[in-house]
């Protein structure tokens, strides 16, 4: 089937401070200044929160540090993960990953979805833990089964690569699905393969077209392509050159070489829309010029396969059209 090859899915995820709040109290700043002395591990968490924030008390990174520290001693979940934070960044203590990642981890034993997040993170790069592919895809797992979208695709990846877990291509579907739902474009386009190649669900050219058109009506550009694929060659689905063209125009809108290549020959054969050799020429002179090495080469011989049946005057508006629709960045294509 003709549709593009799966693109990789970037997961680069980036540790990030988790927004604090001082929880509401029925008592004052002395009365939890005491509770927190006494050693109310929630108070003492929640007086970190004032500190850091500045809530009612000037901003001290070094307090917040200082109380953090005391309630995630006692075990306090949030405390360790606001702890890690700050040891990450270097905020009101010295900046140490070791610590961090030892504070990150023992949060994301707690269930704190962030914390599975940064220290999978940590171990994926070896950034204050050794690095552990198996360990990244443990914490990531956790993180996918909690709802995290950015885990669900990292675990849909590692699925299909075999990064720290064994290859299997019908859990990397499963993840990517959960991601799909979500409404993420990528996750929704990798489904489409997933369905368009057969790799670990039954190969179905609906339901291919089905997710390939969630992720083109988010602007997903191969999307877009594959569904002009779906559609002219008539994949599981009712061939529709009109379908196809309206796809095909709206990646090659977006710079896609080899929409541009397919929209100029429904053009030159009067598929889906009306016979417009000028059109025609117009799209394959854009798709060659944007296009490299073979591919630029089957372009270009689409390209030269008009020229015999076009007048000098016709050549020349499809290259003044094409010039045009290039210098407005593809706002004057028509």
Known sequence: MSVNKILPICCALILSCLPLAAYPQSFGLTELVARAEAGDAEAQRNLGSIYQMGQGVPQDMEQAARWYQAAADQGNGVAQLNLAMLYNFGMGIP???????HWFELAAEQGLVTAQINIASMYNSGIGVPQSDEQAAH???KAAEQGDLSAQIAMAQRSATGMGVEVDMAESARWFEMAANQGDA???FSLGMAYAEGNGVEADGEQAAQWFRMAAD???IAAMYNLGAIYS????????????????RQA???GHAQAQNNLGILYDNGQGVEQDLVKARMWLNLAALISYDEERREIEQNRDSLTSRMTEAQLAEAQQKADRCLESQ???CD
């Open 139 to 141: 914490w990531y797992r």
């Open 218 to 220: 988010q602007g997903h």
């Open 252 to 254: 090659a809108l977006q």
């Open 330 to 332: 593809y706002r004057l």
């Open 95 to 101: 900046q140490d990953s070791q610590q961090a990642a």
């Open 186 to 188: 990528a996750a929704q």
């Open 233 to 248: 060659g008539g994949f599981d689905v009712e061939q529709d050159y009109a379908e196809a063209a309206n796809w095909y």
